[in-house]
């Protein structure tokens, strides 16, 4: 089942995304004879990687479209298309609150690199959370690209571990190259069987979350000095902007916590360009175990108190 989600003919067990992502784009660049990749300002390479796709990989990055938006169609039709060698699609867009674009216009992109012989790979850390979204299937979304990642940690559960999956002869080249990178590990069978297991209890809950998180989102949206991004959430995932200190809100989260035992956030991620501390709502099993009003009191009664301690 592992080997088989995203739809592809075959496909690869590594150990971290942070291998799986760059050695396929290293494969396309490869085939291609060229060495620059097109990534969103908020890819995890970019982000997350310190750098590694140039420093071990020997790439080159172009930056396409805005921080704060999805990408988009019109921002690949304005590049020069020359040099480039594939184009990294993260469905959906973690950093800026599980973002997804239209399925027209995400169909659009990908044509516009088919037409100039680029590569076309999907991030899809949380590629599950997209069927719900675009109503098609994995193997659907999975048929747009190339080559496709999935990480078998995020929301179902593993321990940790992802799948490479693409044409035969690309996953052939692809195991060469985990090799040279030292990604055959002597063993996978626990990352694996944790995977199976995960996929088995939490794949199906993935639609039901989403459904969750698009009727949470806009409740908590009503919470003065709270705001939702997206305004409707599109992924079992979002974020909220709220207008509160970021050490104040720290100290609330914990105090929170310890006298009621519910976490109802995560610990501010970042502060965005108004000041305000973006704390990330990612819908689980454990989530739904409550009703959305229920969140909305603890969310709504945490930030009272974080506002009298300011």
Not at 188 to 196: D, Q, S, V, W
Not at 267 to 289: F, L, N, Q, W, Y
Request: proline fraction near 5%; hydrophobic fraction near 40%; charged fraction near 20%.
């Amino acid at each position: 089942m592992v080997f088989h989600v995203a739809g592809k003919p075959a496909a690869l067990f590594l150990p971290s995304g942070t291998l799986a992502q760059p050695l396929a784009l290293k494969i396309h660049c490869d085939q291609r004879n060229r060495t620059s990749i097109g990534l969103h300002p908020t890819s995890h390479l970019v982000l997350h990687e310190q750098g590694g796709y140039q420093k071990l990989w020997g790439l080159n990055t172009r930056l396409l479209g805005d921080t704060q938006k999805v990408l988009s169609f019109a921002d690949l039709k304005v590049q020069d298309p020359d040099h480039l060698a594939a184009l990294v699609l993260e469905l959906p867009m973690r950093e800026i609150g599980g973002q997804l674009p239209a399925w027209d216009d995400l169909e659009a992109q990908v044509n516009w690199a088919r037409q100039h012989t680029i590569a076309v790979h999907i991030d899809g850390a949380r590629l599950w959370h997209c069927p719900a979204y675009y109503q098609r299937s994995l193997a659907e979304i999975s048929a747009l690209a190339d080559s496709v990642y999935v990480s078998l940690y995020k929301d179902i559960g593993g321990i940790a571990g992802a799948v490479l999956a693409g044409e035969a002869d690309f996953i052939a080249e692809a195991k060469i190259w985990s090799r040279r990178a030292g990604g055959n590990l002597i063993s996978f069978y626990p990352y694996i069987l944790a995977a199976e297991q995960g996929l088995e209890d939490n794949l199906e809950s993935i639609t039901e979350a989403v459904t969750y998180a698009q009727k949470l989102g806009p409740l908590l949206a009503s919470i003065p000095g709270v705001t939702v991004n997206p305004a409707t959430p599109q992924a079992a995932l979002f974020h909220l902007h709220i207008d509160a200190e970021r050490q104040a809100l720290n100290e609330t989260i914990d105090a929170y916590a310890e006298q009621h035992e519910v976490v109802v956030l995560s610990k501010p991620r970042a502060i965005d360009e108004h000041g305000k501390s973006i704390c990330e709502i990612s819908v689980g099993r454990s989530t739904m175990e409550h009703s959305v009003e229920f969140w909305l009191e603890h969310l709504r009664t945490c930030l009272d108190n974080c506002s009298r301690r300011a």
